[in-house]
């Protein structure tokens, strides 16, 4: 029997639920196993999440671009999700700083092998007027899924000590059997969709003039927007143990969630710049108050904050790149979001890890702080210049 079309987006919310409950954790502990345990600079902490990110939103563009030459696309997302459980065995295999670092990376890079081919496929899949549907299901199941992670080692006692070799490896064992699981539910339960008729098309890295300016800053505003790592050390340093933080980020992805379905809903109707102006100020005000707290609960108030930034932006910045696109150009549009995004990430926990050696940690989240309130003031000018277009839909 033939797996009705509305059905593969749940299936693959659920697979997408069991990744990032495994994911998250390690995720979270990674950090202070490094710092705290291997002894390792911030500067090398701040190069591996840099390589990571970077990873993943590069090869977004690519995987989904050859995707599209395919006959079906669950062969790019069996790949993306089996190389992310081979990469955490790595973390039962050895504790040196170099394979932690590695495992991080390649954990990344099956992401970004994944993402935009499973996104196509739930696209692909959706009943005709219901892709809005289809992906807020695995949207939700995905912010679920971290939140269930998070609350399952809190639940069997993880972190109860100090950061050490032994409570990270129990958490590498609560992640990789939820890992395994998601890949063995993706093989056999997520049906293999077969593309309607596979296009070959040139690849243009050339960026549309309508976003240029958009782009530049989101550049700046992406050399100020460094890797979570470096909150989860300053948290340690504001007193938390491993069993608060992992609390704190279990509240923060909850404030995440709840925030970004009506604000993707309300720009539709007050327009983009407003919610992404107030997201922006949210991260500088919130990196500031983290950066000045002197005790748990200043930096716990400052983090959930924080939450409230990627709920205000995490939809609205590509609504917005999808207003200033032209139809045809969309495709080569995202594709150089990606690429902008990715070039910012490689840079920016770099020079917070080096900021943060040199400086210390609360000295270098202020300098992100003040790069933040430029891109805000950058971003807020551009619009008025551009006041000409339509309120609801654009800016």
């Given at each position: 029997m033939r797996l009705r079309p509305v059905n593969l987006p749940l299936r693959l919310g659920w697979v997408a639920f069991l990744n990032d409950a495994s994911g998250?954790?390690?995720?979270?502990?990674?950090?202070?196993?490094?710092?705290?345990?291997?002894?390792?600079?911030?500067?090398?902490?701040?190069?591996?999440?840099?390589?990571?990110?970077?990873?993943?939103?590069?090869?977004?563009?690519?995987?989904?671009?050859?995707?599209?030459?395919?006959e079906s696309r669950k062969g790019f997302v069996v790949a993306g999700y089996g190389l992310s459980v081979g990469a955490r065995i790595l973390y039962l295999v050895g504790l040196a700083p170099v394979l932690l670092g590695t495992a991080r990376v390649l954990d990344r890079v099956g992401k970004g092998l994944r993402g935009a081919p499973r996104d196509?496929?739930?696209?692909?899949?959706?009943?005709?007027?219901?892709?809005g549907r289809a992906f807020g299901i695995t949207r939700f199941l995905d912010t679920l899924g971290a939140m269930t992670g998070l609350a399952l080692v809190l639940m069997l006692g993880v972190g109860q000590g100090p950061m050490d070799a032994q409570?990270?490896?129990?958490?590498?064992?609560?992640?990789?059997?939820?890992?395994?699981?998601?890949?063995?539910?993706?093989?056999?339960?997520?049906?293999?969709?077969?593309?309607?008729?596979?296009?070959?098309?040139?690849l243009d890295w050339r960026i549309p003039r309508e976003i240029r300016g958009y782009l530049l800053l989101v550049l700046i505003f992406g050399l100020a927007n460094s890797s979570d790592a470096f909150l989860v050390l300053r948290a340690r340093e504001a007193g938390f143990s491993v069993r608060g933080i992992l609390a704190l980020f279990l509240a923060f992805n909850a404030l995440g969630a709840l925030c970004a379905l009506p604000a993707g809903?309300?720009?539709?109707?007050?327009?983009?710049?407003?919610?992404?102006?107030?997201?922006?100020?949210?991260?500088?005000?919130?990196?500031?108050?983290?950066?000045?707290?002197?005790?748990?609960?200043?930096?716990?108030?400052?983090?959930?904050?924080?939450?409230?930034?990627?709920?205000?932006t995490e939809g609205v910045e590509k609504a917005l790149l999808a207003d200033l696109l032209p139809a045809e150009a969309r495709g080569t549009g995202f594709g150089a979001f990606q690429t902008v995004t990715a070039l910012a990430t490689l840079v920016a926990s770099p020079m917070m890890g080096l900021a943060a050696g040199w400086l210390g940690l609360a000295k270098a989240m202020l300098l992100a702080s003040g790069l933040a309130l430029i891109a805000l003031v950058g971003l807020l000018a551009w619009a008025a210049a551009r006041r000409g277009l339509p309120r609801t839909g654009g800016l």
């Open positions: 998250e954790v390690l995720a979270r502990v990674l950090p202070l196993m490094l710092l705290g345990v291997s002894g390792v600079h911030p500067a090398f902490v701040g190069t591996v999440e840099g390589l990571a990110d970077s990873a993943a939103i590069l090869l977004k563009g690519v995987s989904g671009w050859l995707s599209d030459q395919a196509a496929m739930v696209a692909d899949a959706a009943a005709q007027g219901q892709a409570t990270f490896r129990r958490c590498a064992w609560i992640a990789v059997p939820l890992g395994l699981a998601a890949l063995l539910l993706l093989v056999l339960a997520v049906p293999r969709v077969p593309r309607a008729k596979p296009v070959a098309r040139r809903r309300l720009s539709d109707r007050l327009g983009r710049v407003p919610f992404l102006a107030a997201g922006w100020g949210v991260y500088a005000a919130a990196y500031a108050a983290m950066a000045l707290a002197h005790g748990p609960w200043a930096f716990g108030g400052a983090l959930l904050g924080y939450g409230a930034f990627y709920g205000l």
